[in-house]
């Protein structure tokens, strides 16, 4: 393998100006169905870890606790006049409005957040930061001695775990011109308007401009353009004062609202929308409905001519892989589905009410199904309960957890190094699965990124789908799959990308602190020397680090943080660990539209939650597959005793009928009002003003 890439970046030593503090917060003991916690009079009594120690990965759970960061003054900045929000039963499709003090707080084209200071190589930070930096070993050089590529099944969870990860992913970030990274790499600013990044080539190595490199002095209208929105302004003013660097960007909405299916802006969504019966916009072909053409295909797809299949949907990955696809289509049906069945049993509701209302159950069952079937296999069920990221309900109970301080922006480490871990799950090959549960052939992953049109030929849909939840997915550890490793977007040629190594040099592009920094945010003892990583990280990995990196502190977060031992129950080492407890912390109590909220003029009915939580992954897959007939009830664990096939209509479903209209029937109707006061716990929903 031909080292190509010869990196010229330095890396700092720093002190970090770390963001925490070790301010003890009570935390209530017990859980109960109806909770409101994080009162207003404790506004920095936000975060749920609740010990602050860890010695050993395997004991329960700890973390640290720290501070908001400090508010920027805002006579720093010009005062910006923003459109009021106006209080609306949906959630906007930017993001925009969703938090009423801070309306840009988890908003597409916003900066992701972070929880300790950048370091780069090239000096742009706290003017109180030491440079005393090494040359940080090439990325392709430390995927190829640190990682592996062994295949090893996981013995419990199917490839379909895996891919709702991406799924997920994909609704919470994107970096600004980065993941397409062989048309484009990251753009970045520093606090005054000059670019310091710039479009790169095609493999987007060294992202970072060295300081000596004539695009620090130039500057950037295009850059201007990208960064300044006004949360930007804002932070960028303060990191004038403070000579901060400028923030990564991402596209998409910080909020799990399946911004990947209705897309981010009203402009991105309008194409998708089929503006009739509160659909979206689909193709039917052969009796199903497909997402529609993409007229951009040549530029999107690994297509020959604009005619071949290529999806258009809310985010531009849709095409990436089949899997991805799929999931992508499962949710867009599972839309129309839901907008067909509201139209049937109210009749009177318009295109916008029936869309709207669809959309709205749609994200409540995948919030759902995210934080109640899916995170706790990641996370562990104990570690969530216990830092209040789901609690014991009982039917129809709410959650009255918002917190209006709590900035639900997707932090850098979690999408740059954390959440990235999970790639270590996917599977090279993929299974054709038939309905008796035989295999009937695979596919070569590397043969079929960025071409949908596979997903829709003969009957492969299904064929992928049970594939998906037959099939193992690959256990999390240090190996990652040839496919990916070796072959990422070959596009027919012999070799094609290495996504670890991308993903190190992606931590290293968004300025990331080191993995030691990041042991210390999280709690863990700093290490002081190669050996202290012990306590986490078994020798043989030790040894590799210590060949490429010339210190222990400059070991990438992204690196160290795979190495280590997993706690018990969860599928990630305590540091990554901490920093995804946090980021699944914040996206649930900063969301003001959360799914099991209780207040009056978002909230379902009691009866409607009741239902939105029968929502599951195998009903998704038996309501919107062509025509598949059973499926096991977990359907990210793998089929087993305890968990095996059903037919799809005994699996539990949403019922739908929660939703009719009350205002609409005859004897109502004419004196709403009325019925509204006499049992105001069932009809507020459906008179809320939009
Ligand atoms: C077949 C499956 C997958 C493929 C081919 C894939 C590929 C990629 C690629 C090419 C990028 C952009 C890399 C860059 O330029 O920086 C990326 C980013 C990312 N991936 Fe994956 N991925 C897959 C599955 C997953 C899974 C299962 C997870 C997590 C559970 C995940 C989490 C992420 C995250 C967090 C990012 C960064 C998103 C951002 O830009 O903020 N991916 N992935
Ligand atoms: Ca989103």
């Known amino acids: 393998m031909t080292l190509r890439h010869k990196i010229s970046l330095s890396i700092l030593t720093i002190i970090v100006d770390v963001i925490l503090t070790s301010t003890a917060v009570h935390v209530p003991t017990s859980s109960t169905s109806y909770v409101t916690y994080h009162s207003s009079s404790s506004p920095n009594a936000y975060n749920p870890f609740v010990n602050k120690q860890i010695t050993k990965p395997n004991s329960s759970f700890y973390s640290p606790f720290f501070k908001a960061p400090a508010p920027v003054p805002s006579q720093m900045c010009p005062a910006t006049a923003l459109p009021p929000c106006s209080r609306s039963r949906y959630r906007t499709l930017d993001g925009s409005c969703n938090n009423l003090q801070n309306p840009l707080w988890g908003t597409a084209n916003n900066r992701y957040g972070r929880l300790l200071t950048p370091r780069y190589g090239d000096g742009i930070q706290s003017p109180t930061t ?182 258009l949907a809310g985010d531009m990955r849709v095409n990436q892989n089949p899997g991805l696809t799929i999931m992508q289509i499962l949710l867009l049906r599972e839309h129309n589905r839901i907008a067909d069945n509201l139209q049937t049993i109210n009749p009177q509701w318009d295109d916008e009410t029936v869309f709207q209302e669809a959309r709205r159950i749609n994200i409540a069952q995948y ?146 602190a080191s993995y030691n920094d990041f042991r210390e945010f999280c709690g863990i003892r700093r290490a002081n020397s190669w050996e202290d990583f012990s306590d986490l990280i078994s020798q043989r990995d030790i040894d590799n680090l210590r060949s490429l990196y010339v210190s222990h502190e400059d070991v990438d977060l992204t690196v160290g943080g795979s190495l280590e031992q997993h706690v018990n129950g969860a599928l990630a080492g305590p540091t990554f660990l901490c920093i995804l407890t946090e980021q699944f912390y914040r996206t649930r109590v900063g969301d003001r539209f959360f799914y099991e909220r209780g207040d009056a003029d978002i909230a379902f009915t009691r009866e409607q939650l009741t239902e939105i939580r029968k929502a599951s992954m195998a009903r998704l897959f038996c309501d919107n597959g062509n025509n598949i007939e059973q499926m096991q009830p977990a359907a990210f664990l793998r089929i087993s005793a305890e968990n095996q096939l059903r037919q799809c209509n005994q699996l539990p479903q949403v019922d739908l009928s929660m939703w009719r209209d009350p205002s609409a029937l005859p004897s109502y109707s004419s004196n709403f009002v009325a019925a509204q006061n006499a049992f105001p716990g069932y009809y507020p929903q459906f008179n809320v003003k939009k």
């Open 367 to 512: 919030q759902h199904i995210s934080y109640y079937e899916w995170l706790p296999i990641f996370l562990g069920r104990e570690n969530m309960l216990k830092n209040r990221l789901i609690y014991q309900t009982t039917a129809g109970s709410f959650v009255n957890d918002y917190n209006p301080n709590i900035d639900p922006s997707v932090l850098n480490s979690h999408a740059t190094a954390a959440f990235r871990y999970f790639h270590s799950q996917i599977e090279g090959r993929l299974d054709l699965i038939a309905e008796s549960r035989s295999r009937v052939g695979s596919l070569r992953l590397s043969d079929w990124f960025n071409r949908p049109v596979i997903v829709e030929s003969g009957d492969n849909f299904d064929f992928l789908s049970r594939g998906m939840t037959t099939q193992p997915e690959e256990l999390t550890d240090i190996n990652f799959d040839v496919e990916i490793k070796h072959f990422l977007f070959r596009r027919g040629m012999p070799f094609g990308g290495d996504l670890r190594a991308i993903d190190i040099q992606r931590n290293r592009d968004h300025g990331l």
């Open 130 to 311: 030491a440079v005393t930096g090494q040359e940080l070993p090439n990325a392709r050089l430390v995927s190829l001695i640190v990682f592996g590529e062994n295949d090893v099944p996981d013995p419990q969870f199917t490839i379909a775990n895996m891919q709702w990860g991406q799924i997920m992913t994909h609704d919470m970030s994107l970096t600004a011109g980065g993941t397409q990274s062989r048309k484009h790499a990251t753009r970045c600013c520093t606090d005054d308007g000059k670019l310091i990044r710039n479009n790169m080539p095609q493999t987007c190595y060294p992202i970072l401009v060295p300081k000596n490199d004539p695009a620090h002095s130039q500057t950037g209208t295009e850059c201007m353009n990208f960064v300044r929105t006004q949360t930007d302004r804002d932070n960028n003013c303060a990191g004038i004062a403070n000579n901060r660097p400028a923030e990564q960007i991402t596209v998409v909405t910080s909020y799990m609202d399946l911004s990947m299916v209705y897309g981010n802006s009203e402009q991105q969504n309008r194409p998708i929308r089929a503006f009739t019966g509160g659909r979206m916009l689909v193709e039917n072909r052969a009796g199903n409905e497909w997402p529609p053409q993409d007229p951009n295909a040549t530029a999107s797809c690994d297509v020959q001519t604009p005619q071949e299949t290529c999806y």
